[in-house]
């Protein structure tokens, strides 16, 4: 698979061109207006988050890309090619792998791979199906019937199927659903050098860690409309929010809140919980104050902002 993969990575558009556009999307169910004019790019070489709660219109916005649903407005374009006039020009740049994935459950594994790749006119060898399985841990398994597999090990057959053709663009939805979490983070190394080959990613995730590890940028989507577009970063950044410092110790809470960047302190238990836009210099006056009072700090924990907070703050509830 590598001369394959070789011969993409040359023909690939320019690192930051825009390989997918969205302009006023919107997509309506009956009287559900499931997408409501949204606007956004995907550039070439990056992996691309699109987050929101369940029912926001991820998985509908997915779609239409896809080909599988044709919108009521807007233009959409993958690769210069409009996705409802040039659908099948687009499918063929496309990788994808859906929430759930049907199998055909009496072939082995390394048929259904030949014969994804074949519906594409990309015919691949053995030896390049089995370096494919290898990718996700599956090599042992290549004469073994999809059925046969557990639901961690269908998960990664549907993302070697969704390189299997070899495309530009890979649409990943929820990626890693039902992995556990050494498997969940042996799949974010395989995204990341599917990137690596020069391909575009784009992927949504109930998972924020996930999401913060893996995406350059992330656009958070609620009840159809985009309300943020940034890196983890800068949407981190932008919310200018306190971080969480946890520690077993009995301090005097006067004193602890007249420290550097301390705004609210209080204690649950034995527990003391202290808000500060300064966490390294609150904890240097946190250690002295132990000192002065002879203490051990002990059960310590420093929460930073994270994109679950920035999701609570945006669309106030928490992503399921």
């Excluded at 919107?26 to 956004?40: D, L, M, T």
């Excluded at 759930?100 to 790749?117: H, Q, V």
């Excluded at 609150?282 to 929460?303: N, P, Y």
Aim: aromatic share 4%.
């Amino acid at each position: 698979m590598n001369s394959i993969l070789a011969q993409k990575a040359n023909s690939s558009v320019a690192p930051g061109q825009a390989v997918i556009e969205i302009e006023r999307l919107e997509v309506n169910y009956g009287p559900v207006k499931a997408v409501q004019g949204i606007s956004f790019e995907v550039k070439q070489g990056e992996i691309f988050g699109l987050l929101g709660p369940n029912g926001a219109g991820k998985t509908t916005t997915l779609s239409v890309i896809e080909g599988l649903v044709k919108p009521q407005a807007g233009r959409v374009q993958v690769l210069g090619y409009d996705v409802t006039r040039q659908a099948a020009q687009v499918k063929r740049q496309l990788g994808l792998s859906l929430q759930t994935t049907s199998f055909f459950d009496n072939l082995k594994l390394w048929e259904l791979l030949r014969f994804y790749a074949g519906l594409y006119e990309v015919f691949l060898s053995k030896a390049e199906i089995m370096r494919l399985l290898a990718r996700f841990e599956l090599e042992e398994k290549a004469n073994v019937q999809a059925k046969q597999l557990s639901g961690g090990q269908q998960q990664r057959l549907a993302l070697a199927l969704a390189i299997a053709n070899d495309p530009q663009i890979v649409i990943l939805d929820e990626p890693t659903t039902g992995l556990d979490p050494q498997a969940r983070r042996n799949v974010w190394e395989v995204i990341r050098q599917i990137r690596d080959e020069g391909r575009t990613v784009v992927l949504t995730s109930h998972y924020m860690e996930e999401a913060q590890e893996l995406c350059h940028r992330i656009g958070i989507i609620d009840r159809g409309q985009i309300i943020a577009l940034d890196s983890p970063g800068g949407l981190i950044n932008s919310l200018q929010a306190d971080s969480r410092i946890i520690v077993t110790a009995q301090l005097p809470e006067a004193k602890v809140l007249a420290l550097p960047g301390v705004s609210a302190v209080r204690y649950e238990g034995n527990k003391l919980q202290i808000s500060t836009n300064q966490a390294q210099e609150t904890m240097l006056g946190l250690q002295q104050l132990a000192i002065e009072g002879r203490q051990l700090l002990t059960d310590l924990s420093i929460k930073q902002p994270d994109l679950e907070d920035v999701f609570i703050s945006m669309t106030g509830r928490k992503i399921r």
